[in-house]
């Protein structure tokens, strides 16, 4: 409690106390235990939020069992929690970030549009999801039910006071291909005003079959779930999400900008900044008490067990049995009966450049520095019961950045204005977002995300204002001022998919069929990865913006600069799992066919394997040492390693409080130290 009341001594400091019970030599022979278990790991990466940083066993002072058998007052490391293995030990590529394409293009359950091969009504298709999502509660279907959600591109849309603008290209990538595949023979002129009476009049089950979407990552994210510290109960199980791909129905290709050859480098490679959109369906698992999900995890972990391999098509394969009995849970109809549609969706996002309105005649430079990347989120509406945009979760609009590079390059006429998020921080959550656990309230956020036009974006405060408990140059020069940012950068869309991580936006890129993401190869070939341009050093740095010149994902400013990992290579090949999942990097010199691992820290032991850190400096740090002026500033991460870290942990821990699962006062303090991360995070 925090009460005041002993064991509390200050009651609304937010540090808690409690008294508990177990029985003394159990205490210490679990806390043995778990320091045994450290040490035989030698090294851990522990995390805030996101971000990661590598432990080693006796950074921090062993349990006193001395001290603690006098009856003196001794610490419980909090790396204690860190401890837990998994058994069978977990496979990422089959328990947490499913990818391989012998699952994604299985022919028993997805279905390629292109070939006709396949199950239309396959448990993992586009349409078979949208399908179970309508669940028959929309007045005119399926049809009617895709109609109101792709409609949502082609008309301006007031979400929360924003104006989001039409994307225009809609439907000549998505609409349009769409029809002329379920209706081949029809010449009818597709337009912005014809294209709904065509679509009406369509069959529906047509309409499912080919709907131009394919399959490339089924993801657990258990890791989402919510603190059950207190009770057997939770609010927030996690989720489970499923990754689709626009394609081109008839191809089997990604969509390309309009004008195909303004949108290829000048070596003809294709950029992958004119290639495609991701869809994803994040569901909320729909369990209800800890010992189901703790059920739930053991299932997703035993995709795991070494006799189960991705194997071939066939129907009967056992992973692909067990996995689609866990993804049956969250896609059926009805698993949610309290939930709109009895759906369990929590919300679809998607992502793309592909549909930016797209100016004919300019040069390849232009082209691509003028469009705009745009995140949006669709929740189900429960009147209408289809899916509406509404404001973007943890995303605050861009009149709310004071990041120095989207104003000076994109804005500079542009009044910037985030005192309320400022007041929001720094009046009562500055220790939530330093940790990287909050949600910012509705009031704060978008009606969509833009990564406006470069890859190096990130969010940053205006550094002269003040909030009323102290402004955030208050707390220069501290490194907290810079860890404040970054939490809050790294956990809105827009930072998370750009300059926070060095992400090109998507964390999988736009896959066609054929084309895998085996991220998990001790190499990577180029069978299953694209040489792109990941704009962190200019390909053009002379265009009509400059917008890479001011900011390449380093140091800003000429008088300080780092000569390590972050130079021309990062420009000509980047896998196709981002590294801020994988934890590693691979980076490849013009002309070569072999390239290395790699990222912003030469010391760095651990860049070749997934279990290490993929360092990125801090956009924000300025080389002309103005504040925050810590300029060499880098973060860790390798967001499925914490994953697995926290599903191991959750499964070695109880989930009643009754015998003979007894809540001991280890247990209780492995589940009090969990700290979740902000409901829909990245």
Excluded at 21 to 47: C, G, M, P, Y
Excluded at 630 to 659: A, H, M, V, Y
Aim: net charge negative; hydrophobic share 35%.
């Amino acid at each position: 409690m925090d009460d005041g009341i002993a064991p509390d001594s200050i009651k609304g400091d937010k540090k808690y106390a409690c008294y508990m019970h177990d029985k003394i030599n159990d205490v210490i022979s679990r806390i043995n235990s778990a320091e045994l278990a450290l040490k035989a790991k030698n090294r851990f990466l522990v995390f805030t939020g996101h971000v990661g940083r590598e432990v080693k066993y006796g950074d921090w002072p062993l349990f006193d069992v001395q001290a603690f058998n006098a009856f003196k007052e001794v610490e419980v490391s909090v790396y204690l929690k860190e401890a837990p293995l998994c058994d069978p030990p977990l496979e990422k590529e089959k328990s947490l970030f499913i990818t391989d394409l012998s699952v994604v293009e299985d022919v028993d359950r997805t279905y390629n549009v292109a070939t006709n091969n396949g199950d239309h009504l396959g448990a993992w298709t586009f349409g078979t999801l949208m399908a179970n999502m309508e669940n028959g509660m929309h007045a005119d279907g399926l049809r009617g039910f895709l109609n109101d959600w792709i409609k949502q591109w082609i008309t301006d849309q007031s979400v929360n006071g924003y104006t989001v603008k039409a994307r225009n290209f809609a439907l000549d990538k998505m609409i349009e291909p769409w029809i002329r595949k379920v209706d081949p023979i029809s010449f009818l002129t597709i337009t912005p005003s014809t294209w709904e009476a065509i679509w009406d009049a369509l069959p529906e089950e047509d309409i499912r079959k080919f709907a131009p979407f394919k399959l490339t990552a089924i993801v657990n994210r258990l890791d989402l779930r919510g603190n059950a510290g207190y009770t057997a109960e939770m609010s927030n199980m996690g989720e489970t999400r499923f990754i689709f791909t626009l394609i081109d129905p008839v191809t089997g290709s990604i969509p390309i900008s309009p004008n195909q050859t303004e949108s290829l480098e000048n070596n003809g490679v294709g950029r992958f900044d004119w290639r495609g959109m991701n869809v994803i369906f994040e569901y909320g698992n729909p369990q209800t008490t800890r010992c189901q999900l703790k059920d739930f995890a053991r299932a997703w972990l035993n995709l795991s067990d070494p006799g189960f391999s991705f194997g071939n098509a066939a129907a009967d394969n056992p992973y692909k049995n067990a996995l689609q009995a866990i993804t049956d849970v969250v896609t059926l109809p009805n698993v949610a009966p309290n939930k709109i549609n009895g759906s369990a969706i929590n919300r679809l996002r998607t992502n793309e450049k592909a549909f930016a309105t797209f100016v004919l005649g300019q040069t390849a430079e232009e082209a691509w520095e003028e469009q705009d990347w745009e995140f949006r989120q669709f929740e189900l509406e429960s009147v209408s019961h289809s899916l509406s945009l509404v404001p973007l979760t943890n995303n605050p609009d861009h009149t709310a950045n004071d990041a120095p590079n989207i104003q000076e390059d994109f804005y500079s006429n542009q009044q910037v204005n985030n005192s309320d998020l400022i007041n929001w921080v720094f009046n009562g959550h500055r220790f939530q977002v330093l940790n990287g656990n909050f949600n910012m309230p509705t009031t704060l956020l978008s009606g969509s995300g833009i990564v406006r036009r470069e890859e190096a974006q990130y969010i940053d405060l205006d550094r002269n204002a003040v909030a009323a408990t102290g402004g955030y140059d208050a707390l220069q020069p501290s490194e907290q001022a810079k860890l404040i940012r970054h939490q809050l950068s790294v956990n809105t869309c827009a930072g998370c998919h750009a300059g926070e991580t060095k992400t090109v936006f998507t964390h999988v890129n736009a896959l066609a069929f054929g084309e895998g993401a085996r991220y998990w190869l001790p190499t990577l070939d180029g069978a299953s990865d694209i040489p792109q341009d990941p704009h962190f050093y200019p390909w053009n740095s002379g265009g009509p913006l400059l917008s890479n010149g001011r900011n390449n994902g380093q140091t800003l400013g000429a008088g300080y600069n780092f000569t390590v990992s972050q130079d021309v290579r990062d420009r000509n090949f980047f896998q196709s799992v981002s590294p801020f999942l994988i934890g590693r990097r691979y980076v490849l010199n013009l002309g070569q066919t072999t390239g290395t691992w790699d990222d912003d820290l030469n010391s760095d032991t651990g860049d070749d394997n997934m279990s290490g850190l993929f360092y990125v400096y801090d956009p924000s740090n300025d080389g002309d040492f103005e504040f925050p002026f810590i300029s060499d500033r880098r973060s860790g991460f390798n967001d499925l390693e914490r994953r697995k870290n926290l599903l191991c942990q959750f499964l070695s821990q109880t989930c009643t409080n009754e015998p003979p699962d007894p809540l001991t006062v280890s247990k209780r303090i492995d589940l009090i130290q969990f700290t979740p991360l902000p409901l829909a995070a990245h």
